[in-house]
């Protein structure tokens, strides 16, 4: 199975880069984080700003789904990696950082 990167855009605006193996999976795992209050990543800035827009769950997880787009797919983790790198600092440093989302850290293998 491939590797996949893959963005959110909300209100016609890049708002998160991600990478994944399973998309499918890895979009019920963004819901669910995002509307699951016990769930660790709850506090996380992109998921505070999407229910800050649709505070409802079945309204949010319908606008995640359209939100979420494939925009990049290969065959090896190391390549999905460094692309989902680049797209991050490349909005960091060229765009005026849009993203609600940590800057990684540089590293590969893990």
Known sequence: ????VYKFVLNGV??????????KSRLSQ????CYNIKNKAYSKEFYKYVRSI????????????????????????????????????DNYFNKGFTLYQKIPNIRDGY
């Open 30 to 33: 963004h819901i669910s984080s």
């Open 54 to 89: 649709y505070p409802n769950k079945e309204s949010g997880s319908e606008a995640l789904k359209q939100a979420f787009i494939i925009i990049y797919t290969y065959k090896k983790l190391v390549d999905s990696k460094r692309m989902e790198m680049y797209l991050i600092l």
């Open 14 to 23: 890049i708002r998160y880069f991600g990478r994944t193996k399973n998309p």
């Open 1 to 4: 199975m491939p590797y996949v």
